[in-house]
């Protein structure tokens, strides 16, 4: 009689925990439609507000270029006026003309173009530098949507294997709650022991409100992403989750330097600053630019009443600075301090990369090890969950024991999950960090998805 209630409390149980595997592969309404990772990147390009405030950081950087080689540039103008005149003339002799209302009109047109101008020089290497800051800028942005995504996905998919799993855990609790009554019924339970399965039961009951809870939270930051509603998600494949990124972390640190779109965007930054103190201290030098001008007057003075004129002028005009009130050197040390700051915040990202390059790199490596002492971890729970229950049924092992194997299988099912998650999030920074992401990458990484059952 123990054996056959042993076999079917057994059998129970590792339906329960069948029903997780297909619960984890589902995670959603077979009707509602199924939204993989790389659907989900190329809709954040679209709707992401961060992404969209980049694209705009970029195009507004791009003009930087050409409003410093405008510096460069001739200057053409044009003027034209007509005015209504009230004119009377007193000469010496006393003598008045009275000239009355008589219109004047004028026109020009001028060309200055710099010949010397230091300033002019600088402005254009700075807008360069500023425009290719931009670029490098939105690039680390393209690449930073990448891992912003991946990793709201994966935390939305373990959020909602989460709340699959507290359900298995319920009904696996139910199964045991009903072996209890039986064998109390059979004269060889306890009531301790359904106390102690209904007391787990709620325990669990509020574990589910919290994990669905936290699941919501998650696919409500995955949707505030990607833009649109979100119900099911592809599953990770538990075959070839680990993905290694080779190389030592020194070529991944010289990667970094070379090749971090951030980093790229600092040092244009920092050229940028080193062009604003030469600009400023153009303010020292003079100025030498060619003038050409065409001018047209009709009576535009007293002198020239009912007099046309045209005038074509072609020259050099030279300014020299003597005194400013002092600006040109206070901006000048304005300039030098912002040069400091740009060379400081270079220093400073670099410094954060090399520690959080070896941070992931040791994740990524670390996390494969992980994996597999879980997945020996999960294999060995499924044992001992059947183990302890048959020593339950033979008064060896308590309803605790069950209820506590039950748990631990639950946690190291979790637990793997994440680890096989935080594997691949971590190979994602990785490779941000050191600049080299792409969308093959992520790619590669959604070709792990799809579901699979254990």
Not at 67 to 73: N, P, T, W
Not at 182 to 191: C, F, I, K, P, S
């Given at each position: 009689m123990q054996k056959s209630l042993a076999k079917r409390e057994s059998t129970r149980i590792q339906r329960c925990w069948v029903a997780v595997a297909l619960a984890l592969l589902s995670n959603g309404t077979w009707g509602e439609e199924l939204m993989g990772l790389m659907q989900a990147y190329e809709a954040a390009r679209a709707h992401d507000p961060v992404f969209k405030g980049a694209q705009a950081v970029r195009d507004e950087g791009l003009e930087h270029q050409a409003?410093?080689?405008?510096?460069?540039?001739?200057i053409i103008?044009?003027?034209?006026?007509s005015n209504q005149n009230?004119?009377?003339?007193?000469?010496?002799?006393?003598?008045?003309?009275?000239r009355g209302r008589y219109a004047s009109n004028t026109s020009s047109l001028q060309l200055r173009q710099p010949l010397y101008d230091r300033e002019a020089w600088a402005a254009k290497e700075q807008g360069a530098a500023r425009t290719a800051a931009s670029e490098a800028l939105f690039r680390f942005r393209e690449q930073e949507l990448m891992v912003r995504v991946f990793d709201a996905y994966s935390k939305a998919l373990l959020a909602s294997e989460g709340v699959s799993l507290v359900k298995a855990q319920l009904q696996s609790a139910d199964e045991l709650l009903r072996a209890n009554e039986?064998?109390?019924?059979?004269?060889?339970?306890?009531?301790t022991d359904m106390l102690e399965t209904r007391s787990k039961q709620a325990l669990i009951q509020a574990e589910l409100i919290v994990a669905k809870d936290r699941a919501q939270h998650a696919i409500d930051a995955l949707q505030a992403i990607v833009g649109k509603p979100v119900s099911r998600l592809e599953r990770l494949s538990s075959r070839g989750a680990a993905r290694l990124v080779f190389g030592a972390l020194d070529d991944w640190r010289s990667k970094a330097f070379d090749a971090n779109p951030e980093v790229e965007s600092l040092k244009h930054t920092l050229e940028a600053a080193r062009q604003e103190v030469r600009r400023v201290d153009s303010g020292h030098y003079p100025r030498l630019a060619l003038i050409l001008s065409v001018g047209n007057n009709d009576s535009d003075t007293t002198s020239t009443y009912r007099q046309s004129s045209r005038t074509t002028t072609v020259g050099v005009q030279l300014n020299v600075p003597i005194f400013a009130g002092g600006s040109v050197s206070a901006q000048s040390r304005q300039a030098v301090a912002q040069l400091v700051k740009a060379q400081a915040d270079l220093d400073a990202r670099v410094a954060e990369l090399e520690v959080e390059l070896h941070r992931q790199y040791s994740a990524q490596k670390n996390g494969v090890l992980r994996i597999v002492a879980l997945e020996s971890a999960v294999a060995t729970s499924h044992a001992l969950i059947e183990a302890t229950q048959r020593?339950?049924?033979?008064g060896e092992r308590t309803n605790v024991d069950v209820l506590n194997a039950q748990e631990r299988l639950a946690q190291s099912v979790h637990d793997l999950a994440q680890a096989r998650y935080e594997q691949l999030v971590a190979g994602l920074r990785l490779r941000h960090l050191a600049g080299v992401l792409g969308d093959a990458d992520l790619r590669e990484?959604?070709?792990h998805f799809g579901g699979e059952i254990n």
């Open positions: 409003i410093g080689q405008a510096k460069l540039l001739p103008s044009g003027v034209v006026s009230q004119s009377r003339v007193t000469e010496a002799s006393g003598r008045t003309d009275n039986q064998r109390l019924l059979q004269g060889e339970g306890t009531h020593s339950f049924i033979g990484v959604a070709s």
